[in-house]
C-alpha cells in the first residue's frame, strides 16, 4: 500500500471515529465498581479486564459530534458500537507490542514534532508575521534576480571575494547597465542564460522570505542591497508591482499539438469549436466531446481556483483569462506550449478578509523559513523558564575544538566531558555539540573553522527546543492526549491494514474463495454492446443515422460525416448495462438503430449492435467491488475473534443516562 493510501486511510479513521483520548484502566471488573453516584463516573462497557467510564465516551463522542443538542439513543448506540469496535483493535495492536516497532516509533515521532510546533512559537511574532503576509498578498512583485553563489559554509575570504563581486555588479547596474543583461552575463543562476534572471511576478510565500523582503521592500525600477541566502548572495531588481485580482476559476476547452506542424491542423479544430460556441453550443457538451485535457473534460473543463501569480499556468493563459470581464465571458482562441486553449470565466473571488484568512496563513508561517524569527524570541523566553546556563560555552568550543569540526563532519566525536551549557539539571558536554555537528553540518569539503560561534549558537537554540519539547506532556494536558491520540490511531491503522486492506489485496486465494462462495451478488444485468453518436445538427445527425442503419463501421461513418467539419459527428462505443444507465431506458433493448430525444441542443442517436444477456461476472471484471465486500468480510470476521478474546460487557442502565429519551 502506498504511502498516500497509507495517509489517507489513516485520517479516515480519526474522521470515522473522532480523534480520540484513550485512558481505559488495567483493573479486573468487580460488580462493586458500578458506581450509581450522577456525581461520579459511571462504567458504560467493558472489553476483557478494563473498564471504559462516562467520561472518558462523552469526551470522545462530544468531539465527533456537530451542534450543541443533546445526543439522541441512537446517536449514542451508534457511537457505541464504533467506540467498541475501536477499542477491541487498539488492545489487541498492544497485546502484540506494535507499539515498540522502530517503524511505529519513528512514524509517531514525525507526527510529534508537527503536533508540538504550536507549542514552540511566540504569538506576538507570530500575529506580526501573518498580518506582513496578508498584506503582501494583495499585491504582486514583477522582480528579477542575479545570483553569485556562496554557500553557508564557505571561508571568509570566499564570502568576502562574493559580496565584493555581486557590489561590483550592483554598482555598474546603478551607474546605469540594464539588469537583464548583467543577469545574463554573470549571474550563476543556470536559467539566467536564458530569461535574464526575470521571475516573473509573485507575491507572500513564493520565495524564500528574506528574498520575499528585498522584493517589496525596495521601490519599483531599483535594485536592492544584497541579500544573502543559502544560495548565496541576491540582487533583486523590481520592474513592477500591482494590486492582486483575487482568485478566479475558470473552464477550459484545449486541444492538443505535439509538434510544429500540428499548430494549424489543430487551429482549425479548435476554430470549428469556437463557433460552435459562438452559434449557441452547450459549452459541458462540447468539453466532453472535444477537450484533450482528459483531467478536466468530464466535469465541464473546470480548473482549480487560480491567480495572476499561479505557478506552472502559462503566463499568457492567466493574462487572457484576466481579461474576461464577467462570470460566463469565452474567449478567443489562444495557443500556449500544451495546445490551443479556450477560457471561459466561471467565477471570480477578490481577496479574502483578513479573519478568513488568519488561520490559512498561519499555518503557512508556522511552515515558512519565516518561523526562524519566531524560534529567536521563543529561545530567549525558553532560556529563562527553564532556566539554561552557560558554562564553559562558546570559549569552551573556540579554544579546543575547532581544529576537529572537519572530524565531527563523518563520525561523532566522543569529547572531553567538559560542559559546555546547562539545562535545569541536565549537562550539555562537548559530546553533545560534536553529535549536533556531525549530524547538521554541511557535507561540503569547506572549513568550517571560522563558523564556530554560528554553529555553537544554532546548537544552543536546538537543544532549548529540544529540552522544552520533552516537556510538552508534563506540561500542557491537551499535547499529552493529543499525543495518546495519535499512538492509538496509528496502531489502529496498522493493524487494520495488516488484518484486512493489505491482506484483502495480497490473498488472492481468500478473495478467490470468498467470490466463489459468493457467486450469486455477481452478476450482470442484461447488457448492450452500443454506439452512442452525437452530432453537431440535424443534419449531421440523418447522415450518420442512415450510414448506421446500412451497418457501416464507425471508421468509415466519422470519415464521411467529418470530410467537411471535425466535429460534426462524434461516437462512444461501450457495453451497458440497461438497469445502470439512463440513456437505454429511453429505448427498447433490441438491435437497431434508435434517436434520442433532443436535450440543451444535442442530436444524438444510439446503434445497439448485440444484446449481451445475463451473464456471471467474472472475478477479473469486478475485482474492485469483490474486493471491497471481501474487505468487509474479513473485518467483521476479525471483531468477533476480538469479542472472543476479550468479552464485551454493556453497562444498559448506564448507557441510558448518556441520552435524552
Same mark, same amino acid.
Not at 575570504?157 to 571575494?161: H, I, K, M, R, V
Not at 553540518?441 to 537554540?461: G, M, W
Given at each position: 500500500?502506498n504511502?498516500?493510501?497509507? +495517509?489517507?486511510?489513516?485520517f479516515?479513521l480519526?474522521?470515522?471515529?473522532g480523534?480520540?483520548?484513550?485512558n481505559?484502566?488495567?483493573?479486573?471488573?468487580?460488580?462493586?465498581?458500578?458506581n450509581?453516584d !450522577?456525581n461520579?463516573t459511571f462504567p458504560?462497557?467493558s $472489553?476483557g479486564d478494563?473498564?471504559v467510564?462516562?467520561?472518558?465516551?462523552?469526551r470522545? %463522542?462530544n468531539?465527533n459530534?456537530?451542534?450543541d443538542?443533546?445526543p439522541?439513543k441512537q446517536?449514542?448506540?451508534e457511537y457505541?458500537?464504533l467506540?467498541?469496535? %475501536?477499542?477491541?483493535?487498539?488492545?489487541?495492536?498492544?497485546?502484540?507490542?506494535?507499539d515498540t516497532?522502530?517503524?511505529f516509533?519513528?512514524?509517531?515521532?514525525?507526527?510529534?514534532?508537527?503536533?508540538?510546533q504550536p507549542y514552540?512559537?511566540?504569538?506576538t511574532?507570530?500575529?506580526?508575521?501573518? #498580518?506582513?503576509a $496578508?498584506?503582501?498578498g494583495?499585491y504582486?512583485?514583477?522582480?528579477s534576480?542575479?545570483l553569485i553563489? &556562496?554557500s553557508?559554509d564557505?571561508?571568509p575570504?570566499?564570502?568576502?571575494?562574493a559580496?565584493?563581486?555581486?557590489? *561590483?555588479?550592483r554598482?555598474?547596474?546603478?551607474?546605469?547597465?540594464?539588469f537583464?543583461?548583467i543577469?545574463k552575463?554573470?549571474?550563476?543562476?543556470p536559467?539566467?542564460?536564458?530569461n535574464s534572471?526575470?521571475?516573473?511576478?509573485?507575491?507572500s510565500?513564493? =520565495?524564500?522570505?528574506s528574498f520575499?523582503?528585498?522584493?517589496?521592500?525596495?521601490?519599483?525600477?531599483?535594485v536592492?542591497?544584497?541579500?544573502?541566502?543559502k544560495?548565496?548572495y541576491h540582487?533583486?531588481?523590481?520592474?513592477?508591482?500591482?494590486?492582486? =485580482?483575487g482568485d =478566479?476559476? +475558470?473552464?477550459?476547452?484545449?486541444?492538443?499539438?505535439y509538434n510544429p506542424?500540428?499548430?494549424?491542423?489543430?487551429?482549425?479544430?479548435?476554430?470549428?469549436?469556437?463557433n460552435k460556441?459562438?452559434?449557441?453550443?452547450d459549452?459541458?457538451?462540447?468539453v466532453?466531446?472535444?477537450?484533450?485535457?482528459y483531467?478536466?473534460?468530464?466535469? *465541464?473543463g473546470?480548473?482549480?481556483?487560480?491567480?495572476r501569480?499561479?505557478?506552472?499556468i502559462?503566463?499568457?493563459?492567466?493574462?487572457?483569462?484576466y481579461?474576461?470581464?464577467?462570470?460566463?465571458d469565452?474567449?478567443?482562441?489562444?495557443?500556449?506550449r500544451?495546445g490551443?486553449h479556450?477560457?471561459?470565466?466561471?467565477?471570480?473571488?477578490p481577496?479574502?478578509?483578513f479573519?478568513?484568512?488568519?488561520?490559512f496563513?498561519r499555518r503557512?508561517?508556522e511552515?515558512d523559513?519565516?518561523?526562524?524569527?519566531n524560534?529567536?524570541v521563543v +529561545?530567549?523566553r525558553l532560556?529563562?523558564?527553564?532556566?539554561?546556563q552557560?558554562?564553559?560555552?562558546?570559549?569552551a568550543v573556540?579554544?579546543?575544538f575547532?581544529a576537529?569540526?572537519l572530524?565531527?563532519?563523518?563520525?561523532?566525536?566522543?569529547?572531553s566531558?567538559?560542559?559546555?551549557?546547562?539545562?535545569?539539571?541536565?549537562?550539555?558536554t562537548d559530546?553533545y555539540?560534536?553529535?549536533?555537528v556531525?549530524?547538521n553540518?554541511?557535507?561540503?569539503?569547506?572549513?568550517?573553522?571560522?563558523? @564556530?560561534?554560528?554553529?555553537?549558537?544554532?546548537? @544552543?537554540?536546538q537543544?532549548?527546543?529540544d529540552?522544552?519539547?520533552?516537556?510538552l506532556?508534563?506540561?500542557?494536558e491537551?499535547?499529552?492526549n493529543?499525543?495518546?491520540?495519535?499512538?492509538?490511531?496509528i496502531?489502529?491503522?496498522?493493524?487494520?491494514?495488516?488484518?484486512?486492506?493489505?491482506?484483502?489485496?495480497r490473498?488472492?486465494?481468500g478473495l478467490q474463495?470468498? $467470490?466463489d462462495?459468493?457467486?450469486?451478488?455477481?452478476i450482470?444485468?442484461k447488457?448492450?454492446d452500443?454506439?452512442i453518436?452525437s &452530432?453537431?445538427?440535424?443534419?449531421a445527425?440523418?447522415?450518420?443515422?442512415?450510414?448506421a442503419?446500412? !451497418?457501416?463501421?464507425? #471508421?468509415e461513418?466519422?470519415?464521411? &460525416?467529418n470530410a467537411?467539419?471535425?466535429?460534426?459527428v462524434?461516437?462512444?462505443?461501450?457495453?451497458?448495462?440497461?438497469?445502470?444507465?439512463?440513456?437505454?431506458?429511453k429505448?427498447?433493448l433490441?438491435?437497431? @438503430?434508435?434517436?434520442?430525444?433532443?436535450?440543451?441542443?444535442?442530436f444524438?442517436?444510439?446503434?445497439?449492435?448485440?444484446?449481451?444477456?445475463p451473464?456471471?461476472k467474472l472475478?477479473d471484471?469486478?475485482r *474492485?467491488?469483490?474486493?471491497?465486500?471481501?474487505q468487509?468480510?474479513?473485518e467483521?470476521?476479525w471483531i468477533?475473534d476480538?469479542?472472543?478474546?476479550f468479552p464485551?460487557?454493556?453497562?444498559?442502565?448506564n448507557?441510558?443516562?448518556l441520552?435524552?429519551d
Open positions: 500500500m504511502t498516500m493510501i497509507k +495517509v489517507v486511510n489513516f479516515a480519526l474522521l470515522l471515529l480523534t480520540f483520548t484513550i481505559a484502566q488495567n483493573v479486573t471488573i468487580s460488580p462493586n465498581q458500578i450509581e !450522577a461520579q458504560i462497557f $472489553y478494563k473498564i467510564y462516562d467520561d472518558e465516551f462523552m470522545v %463522542f468531539k459530534k456537530q451542534g443538542s443533546s439522541t446517536e449514542i448506540e457505541l458500537d467506540y467498541v469496535k %475501536f477499542k477491541l483493535k487498539v488492545e489487541q495492536a498492544y497485546r502484540l507490542k506494535m516497532l522502530p517503524s516509533m519513528k512514524e509517531l515521532a514525525g507526527y510529534r514534532k508537527q503536533l508540538a514552540l512559537t511566540d504569538k511574532v507570530t500575529d506580526r508575521l501573518i #498580518k506582513e $496578508y498584506d503582501r494583495r504582486e512583485v514583477n522582480a534576480h542575479l553563489n &556562496c553557508s564557505a571561508k575570504a570566499d564570502t568576502l571575494s559580496y565584493q563581486k555581486i557590489l *561590483g555588479l554598482a555598474r547596474i546603478k551607474n546605469g547597465e540594464k537583464e543583461e543577469a552575463a554573470y549571474s550563476e543562476d536559467s539566467a542564460k536564458n534572471g526575470v521571475l516573473g511576478y509573485f507575491t510565500f513564493q =520565495m524564500i522570505y520575499e523582503n528585498a522584493a517589496f521592500n525596495t521601490p519599483v525600477g531599483e536592492s542591497l544584497p541579500i544573502r541566502t544560495y548565496g540582487l533583486v531588481y523590481v520592474s513592477d508591482k500591482r494590486e492582486s =485580482m =478566479m476559476k +475558470v473552464a477550459h476547452i484545449m486541444i492538443k499539438y506542424s500540428q499548430i494549424d491542423s489543430t487551429k482549425e479544430r479548435i476554430d470549428a469549436v469556437h460556441l459562438k452559434d449557441g453550443g459549452w459541458a457538451t462540447l466532453e466531446k472535444f477537450s484533450e485535457d483531467n478536466t473534460n468530464s466535469k *465541464g473546470e480548473l482549480s481556483w487560480i491567480n501569480t499561479t505557478p506552472n502559462p503566463v499568457e493563459f492567466k493574462d487572457v483569462a481579461t474576461l470581464k464577467k462570470d460566463g469565452i474567449s478567443d482562441p489562444i495557443k500556449t500544451f490551443w479556450i477560457i471561459k470565466r466561471i467565477e471570480i473571488k481577496i479574502a478578509s479573519e478568513e484568512r488568519k488561520e496563513i503557512k508561517v511552515r523559513s519565516r518561523s526562524e524569527l524560534k529567536e +529561545v530567549a532560556k529563562q523558564e527553564n532556566n539554561f552557560e558554562v564553559s560555552g562558546l570559549k573556540r579554544d579546543s575547532s576537529d569540526l572530524q565531527a563532519r563523518y563520525k561523532k566525536q566522543k569529547g566531558g567538559i560542559v559546555l551549557c546547562k539545562i535545569g539539571d541536565r549537562d550539555y559530546s555539540f560534536f553529535g549536533y556531525a549530524t553540518q554541511s557535507k561540503s569539503n569547506k572549513s568550517l573553522t571560522n563558523a @564556530v560561534e554560528d554553529i555553537y549558537q544554532a546548537f @544552543v537554540k537543544i532549548n527546543l529540552y522544552e519539547e520533552g516537556l506532556e508534563e506540561k500542557y491537551a499535547f499529552k493529543i499525543m495518546q491520540e495519535y499512538k492509538d490511531g496502531l489502529l491503522f496498522e493493524l487494520t491494514d495488516k488484518k484486512v486492506w493489505s491482506r484483502a489485496v490473498d488472492t486465494l474463495t470468498f $467470490y462462495q459468493n457467486k450469486e451478488n455477481y450482470w444485468n447488457r448492450a452500443v454506439d453518436f &452530432c453537431s445538427d440535424s443534419k445527425r440523418k447522415l450518420a443515422m442512415k450510414l442503419k446500412k !451497418a457501416k463501421s464507425t #471508421k461513418i466519422l470519415n464521411r &460525416c467537411n467539419n471535425p466535429i460534426a462524434t461516437i462512444d462505443s461501450k457495453i451497458i448495462e440497461k438497469s445502470k444507465d439512463p440513456l437505454l431506458e429505448i427498447d433490441e438491435k437497431g @438503430v434508435y434517436k434520442i430525444a433532443e436535450e440543451s441542443q444535442q444524438r442517436f444510439v446503434r445497439i449492435n448485440d444484446i449481451l444477456a451473464t456471471q472475478l471484471e469486478n *474492485g467491488a469483490i474486493t471491497s465486500d471481501y468487509n468480510y474479513l467483521a470476521s468477533e476480538l469479542k472472543n478474546k464485551i460487557q454493556v453497562y444498559e442502565d448507557v441510558s443516562r441520552y435524552n
